[in-house]
């Protein structure tokens, strides 16, 4: 199945598109569009998306920052290449040594957030819980969410790119191809809904909750993860360089405050924010650094700093992450933060 996502190899060598098709946009959770101008940034990480730069801007009345203009919808091909990293998370799985200390260490993470999402879905009292994976690529998460307790689940995905769709199909689990605002769904009918990385990537996340929720039994849980621009890192390097800019995919970026307006505004309970580790976003400023700087260091940055290949299972990779992952154990204790926020909503019972 592997060569499912990799049939079109020229796609992944196609040359950046420029002056892409973009909306305009205004700010999501209160309606306004007076702003002020946070920096500008480009794709670093791809060189077969675009050479346009991106303008980031923050709300003057409720503070959310977003991208304005951002990437039109059609143009989800181009910002998001056949190489996208999260289209191939299962084959990387497959591929690495699961006895090595790199997967043995990630995936003890991954499996703790499936155990948790799922006590908060109420797998203890319930016979089977129904779990809906919005931007599920190949499946990956779902297999760890099926592999953990195998008939009580039952595992849906979405996800607009066809090739990682078909991949999860294959893999067993329910899909739906497109994107989660335009799928069909019925309501009332998840027990957990998770959004990894996701609600930033949205042009609507108030519509996208709301749409959520819907979805969602009475009581069910929405538990997703999302960069905080809040974080100091985001600050010392707010000048288009931080990781968690994800240049041009990134769309909206919450912090703890605009976070708990989007919970009221959907009329969810927010119940718990909590911070923690993501080397990634460290991979990703590092890498726009350099890239930033000359792109003769492209090369440099690359093998210093791989955005792509940052989940490999490679001793380097191993000592980038303890790394990273420990000078954002050290922020959080420094500042109760880090730059990347796991967040549970609860849907009302009434």
Not at 56 to 79: A, N
Not at 223 to 245: L, M, R, V
Not at 313 to 337: E, H, W
Request: net charge positive; glycine share 6%; with cysteine.
């Amino acid at each position: 199945m592997e060569t499912v996502v990799r049939k079109d190899k020229d796609a992944a060598k196609r040359p950046p598109k420029q002056k892409i098709a973009t909306v305009d946009s205004g700010c999501n959770l209160c309606g306004s569009f007076r702003r002020a101008l946070v920096t500008k940034g480009k794709e670093h990480e791809y060189t077969n998306t675009t050479d346009d730069v991106f303008t980031i801007v923050s709300c003057t009345g409720c503070q959310l920052v977003y991208m304005d203009p951002r990437p039109d919808f059609r143009e989800l091909g181009t910002i998001y290449p056949p190489n996208y990293y999260s289209y191939n998370q299962d084959i990387l799985r497959r591929k690495a040594n699961p006895k090595s200390i790199l997967s043995t260490l990630r995936y003890k993470g991954f499996r703790a957030k499936v155990e948790k999402s799922l006590k908060l879905a109420g797998l203890d009292e319930k016979s089977k819980v129904k779990i809906l994976d919005i931007g599920c690529g190949d499946g990956h998460l779902l297999n760890l969410y099926r592999e953990a307790h195998g008939e009580k689940v039952e595992t849906h995905g979405v996800d607009f790119n066809l090739e990682a769709v078909v991949l999860a199909s294959a893999a067993g689990h329910l899909t739906y191809k497109g994107r989660f605002e335009d799928a069909e769904m019925g309501e009332n009918q998840f027990d957990l809904v998770v959004a990894s990385h996701v609600i930033e990537h949205v042009s609507d996340p108030v519509w996208f909750t709301e749409k959520v929720s819907r979805v969602l039994k009475p009581g069910g849980v929405f538990w997703f993860e999302t960069p905080n621009i809040g974080s100091i890192d985001a600050k010392w390097f707010k000048d288009g360089h931080w990781g968690g800019y994800h240049f041009p995919r990134h769309w909206f970026f919450f912090t703890p405050d605009t976070i708990k307006l989007l919970a009221e505004k959907t009329r969810f309970t927010l119940e718990s924010i909590d911070f923690v580790p993501n080397a990634i976003f460290w991979f990703w400023t590092f890498h726009s650094l350099m890239v930033g700087k000359s792109e003769k260091l492209r090369p440099l940055a690359d093998f210093l700093f791989p955005p792509v290949d940052f989940q490999k299972d490679s001793i380097a990779n191993f000592l980038r992450i303890c790394l990273f992952s420990v000078v954002d154990v050290l922020i959080k204790r420094k500042t109760g933060q880090t730059s990347n926020m796991i967040v549970v909503f609860r849907k009302p019972q009434f």
